[in-house]
């Protein structure tokens, strides 16, 4: 795949400051970080009320991870601000990111088929097709976590991503366990909690799911 950035070049990993901070340091570089994963949020939020939500969702989350996995925009020190790179990814990545995003919508449309029908099932029917829901929505999450990740990433054409997309999350487990694990928990502590929920609703998920898929990635992209 042809690379549209190169996430190491961009500070991605978690705690890559070589400078030795002080307890104030690190207090001010936590409020920035938190700060800005609540501005990405709002401009999720933003972005896919831009697109009528049917046409926003897809490219707000590109533009989201695209901002999200960039330390530098996250502490503030990057020479282009926040702002201007997720608006200039949301425009740039519209058309491809709703090209990408036709297959989960369909599938978000059949799980929601499928919720309504069970609960006037019963028996080993309703026990089957509640565990056929659960392994689509698995699957569904985690290939929508590679896709919208992929397409940040790298610039080739929606078929190639979606094969990506489809083929990375059953070969690397560990990787799609650890999206899966960080989605619950993020779900259970936002229903403990939910005036998080605007706050960092998808922003923090995103910021998690990205760094996940960008280690496995750079671990491919090293065996080659």
């Known amino acids: 795949m042809t690379a549209l950035v190169h996430p190491r070049r961009e500070g991605v990993v978690a705690g890559s400051d070589d400078v030795a901070l002080g307890w104030t340091g690190r207090v001010m570089q936590w409020l920035r970080v938190i700060t800005a994963i609540v501005l990405v949020n709002v401009l999720f939020l933003l ?5 009528l939500i049917l046409f926003g969702v897809m490219p707000a989350a590109v533009a989201a991870i695209a901002v999200l996995r960039r330390n530098d925009l996250l502490l503030g020190s990057a020479e282009e601000g926040l702002l201007r790179t997720f608006w200039s990814h949301y425009r740039a990545q519209f058309w491809r990111a709703n090209r990408a995003g036709i297959p989960f919508w369909i599938v978000g449309i059949l799980l ?7 609960p006037q099932l019963a028996g080993p029917v309703s026990a ?9 929505l698995i699957a569904a999450i985690t290939t929508f976590a590679a896709t919208v990740t992929l397409l940040s990433r790298y610039d080739d054409g929606v078929p190639a991503i979606l094969r990506y997309a489809l083929v990375l999350p059953p070969t690397s487990p560990a990787m799609s366990i650890g999206v899966i694990v960080a989605v619950l928990a993020w779900t259970l502590i936002v229903s403990i909690l939910p005036v998080l929920l605007p706050l960092a609703g998808a922003a923090l998920p995103l910021a998690i799911v990205v ?3 960008d280690a496995r990635l750079d671990r491919i992209e090293d065996a080659d």
């Open 47 to 51: 972005g896919g009320v831009a697109g």
């Open 211 to 213: 760094r996940l898929i």
């Open 128 to 136: 089957v097709l509640l565990v056929f829901t659960g392994a689509v």
């Open 112 to 118: 929601a088929a499928d919720l309504a029908v069970l």
